[in-house]
């Protein structure tokens, strides 16, 4: 048994600084690598998440076993053989309503296995079982500061680590940096807690040289922007580049004016980029693309005339590749102004007025976030994003919408996202166009296309309309045909927290204590996990909806909540705050969050704006973090509250596909609920025990 030791404050705080920032570049790392090689793991980056939470918080329960160091190594090794052995697999979607673009083009000859949940489950517990040994570090060095009287210090070194993590990817992300780079930092900062320990030494390095290798051998990436692992190759027998995105065929760079080579296989392509210029029948003067990517919509503007072109592309890699092999050239013609950065963003930010703003063929492949199950472009098809784009064009502008509208309800959604923008229905085109299936047209520049009958725009304004589900910020999934968890997603839901709760009691002596009776389980701390990782998935979708889905967006978030989190942790340490005064602090600001609309953020002043999303954000989670800094403060074992406050925060990642039928704003509330469940415990466990609420 590994006992709890009293060693030099010094050594204990390095290592669990070293612990936690191995952790959190640990978890970041895998969520970039495994969807870059499995690809169903790119729509489901909150499962690694959520098995990071459950195996720190296993580990933390072990904190007082014999270390399990040993099977650091061995595990992440699993990982990644896992990681590239379910890559060279062609694993099929089970039905479109939850959209899996799963592509495969490039695997003609790999093995077809029906299903996805065969590759979630084994991800989900190879990635968990990683992280047990960095959990039961974490939990045994905490359990030191406890016993010496200093638990928030060691809390907050803890989040000091956990934000050195996020600052280093972060770094790592903007420098393009492949991925050895993403495991060789933690890796060997791994080697610092094994020290001292010669076999288990020598296990590491032979474990971080095979590991290294093998993420090495499997990259055959031309580039890693900070989304995407990137690839471009000309196209057999067509004068078109074919770009891949993590080994997916993702978009195609056309040579938008050759028309005589293969015109069998190109023709319906390039003649359905120019469906809504016949249409238009009139001259260019300024023109918005929205999803530019390599830049086949600003060729074909380019082509048509247009004298000026502002493209919008939130991948600076796909920028990159369009700037220096797109057969056409589109972003070094001086007319083009090329803008990286989120469509939204440039939508709140921008006065410029446009004649036509085009939405290209946008196809995320990956989500918003680590903590979110909305992908990176559904906040472009919303009716705030729709009624924001129109306040952009001029009184007789247009706009023209391409997309892949695989089922009738996808096309439904558009229509009616359409609609209720523009007040009656588009005119749309329908066709196989390769890249693209339909067109659709609205504005006053398309009012000659296909007038709609006056009592079929009454039937679907009147009857249609207000039975449909309609993509907005609070909803935004235009992939799911209705506001519901689909089947789908409720087995995944439900095997994963099946899978879970199996693990818990078979790995967990304290569990299986609790369950019997024979010991009380934490709770309060298990709801505290919940309610934040709900509170933190909300705030980090409202800001990247505020200042656009970018992937720096979202490490900003993420590192300003750990600095929050922190400032409330030291202060209890130094001047305690009672949590009940802080409790109320908190629930006034999470009915302030509930109440309080986001558009009333999106202003034009850059600072007005910065402040107004710090009280937003900073309140709540201040307010949350002193009160669990309150309450972690008397906690006998550190390391169990610790382990069941993580355990909450896998079953709040789980509670997050909620938003698919409740929306977001009802992941507040039910944050909420949660806390106040938990200010209720601590009430009853104050009232039980006196002498720990004087002492909290």
Not at 185 to 201: A, E
Not at 423 to 429: I, W, Y
Not at 456 to 474: C, H, I, K, T
Request: charged share 15%; hydrophobic share 55%; glycine share 8%.
């Amino acid at each position: 048994m590994e006992r709890i030791t009293a060693r030099p404050v010094r050594t204990t705080a390095l290592e669990l600084l070293a612990a936690s920032s191995i952790a959190l570049f640990q978890e970041l790392a895998l969520i970039r690598w495994l969807p870059a090689e499995v690809r169903v793991a790119a729509y489901f980056p909150n499962l690694i998440l959520v098995a990071a939470f459950l195996g720190l918080g296993l580990g933390s329960l072990k904190a007082r076993s014999r270390s399990l160091l040993w099977l650091w190594p061995l595990s992440l090794i699993a990982v990644v053989a896992a990681g590239i052995l379910l890559g060279r697999v062609v694993f099929t979607a089970e039905g479109i309503s939850d959209h899996l673009w799963l592509l495969y083009d490039d695997l003609a000859d790999a093995p077809v296995v029906d299903g996805i949940r065969l590759p979630i489950l084994a991800l989900f517990g190879l990635t968990m079982v990683s992280f047990i040994p960095l959990g039961q570090v974490l939990g045994n060095r905490l359990q030191e500061f406890r016993e010496a009287g200093h638990s928030l210090r060691g809390y907050a070194i803890d989040l000091g680590g956990s934000f050195l993590g996020v600052v280093a990817f972060a770094w790592l992300s903007f420098g393009w940096l492949g991925p050895v780079w993403w495991f060789a930092p933690f890796l060997v900062l791994g080697g610092y807690l094994m020290r001292g320990r010669r076999r288990l030494v020598l296990l590491h390095w032979a474990g971080a040289g095979v590991i290294l290798s093998a993420v090495a051998a499997s990259d055959d990436a031309d580039v890693y922007s900070p989304y995407y692992a990137l690839s471009a190759a000309v196209a057999e027998g067509i004068p078109d580049i074919h770009i891949r995105a993590n080994g997916a065929l993702h978009q195609a760079a056309v040579h938008m004016t050759a028309f005589d080579v293969r015109p069998e296989r190109r023709l319906p392509i390039l003649e359905g980029y120019r469906i809504p210029y016949r249409a238009l029948n009139r001259p260019i003067r300024k023109a918005l693309v929205l999803g530019a990517g390599t830049g086949n919509d600003v060729a074909v503007l380019l082509d048509e005339g247009a004298e000026e072109v502002h493209a919008i592309e939130i991948d600076p890699g796909i920028i990159e590749i369009g700037r220096t092999i797109h057969p056409n050239r589109p972003y070094d013609d001086p007319r083009v102004t090329l803008h990286n950065m989120d469509a939204r963003s440039f939508l709140n930010d921008t006065e410029e007025r446009f004649d036509l703003i085009v939405f290209g063929t946008l196809d995320s492949m990956t989500r918003l976030s680590a903590l979110s199950n909305v992908r990176l472009d559904n906040f472009v098809y919303t009716v705030e994003s729709l009624a924001a784009a129109r306040a952009r064009m001029t009184p007789d502008g247009g706009m023209a919408l391409y997309f892949m509208a695989s089922e009738p309800y996808i096309h439904e959604h558009l229509v009616a996202l359409l609609a209720t923008t523009f007040g009656k229905l588009p005119a749309v085109h329908r066709g196989n166009h390769s890249l693209f299936n339909t067109v659709y047209m609205s504005g006053p520049a398309f009012e000659g296309v296909a007038q709609t009958p006056a009592d079929v725009e009454a039937w679907y304004a009147n009857e249609r309309l207000p039975q449909m589900a309609v993509p907005s910020d609070d909803w935004p999934y235009l992939y799911l045909e209705q506001r519901a968890v689909t089947p789908f997603y409720l087995s995944v839901m439900a095997m994963l927290a099946a899978f879970a709760a199996l693990v818990l009691f078979a790995f967990s002596r304290e569990m299986r204590d609790a369950v019997a009776g024979r010991t009380e389980a934490d709770v309060e701390m298990f709801l505290y996990g919940l309610a934040f990782l709900l509170l933190e998935t909300k705030f980090v979708t409202a800001m990247n909806l505020l200042w656009g889905a970018t992937w720096i967006t979202s490490a900003v978030v993420f590192g300003s909540i750990l600095l929050t989190i922190l400032f409330a942790t030291l202060l209890s340490d130094r001047r305690p705050i009672g949590w009940r005064l802080a409790g109320v602090g908190l629930v006034m600001a999470l009915l302030v969050v509930y109440a309080l609309p986001l558009h009333l953020f999106a202003t034009g002043n850059g600072l007005l704006k910065l402040f107004m999303s710090a009280v937003y954000v900073g309140a709540p989670v201040f307010f949350a973090a002193l009160c669990f800094a309150d309450r972690f403060r008397v906690r006998q074992n550190a390391n169990l509250a610790f382990g069941w406050n993580l355990l909450g925060a896998v079953f709040g990642g789980l509670l997050e596909f909620l938003s698919m039928s409740l929306g977001f704003s009802a992941l507040t509330l039910i944050a909420l609920l949660a806390y106040v469940a938990a200010f209720l415990l601590g009430l009853r466990s104050a009232r039980a025990n006196p002498a720990a609420a004087v002492e909290a």
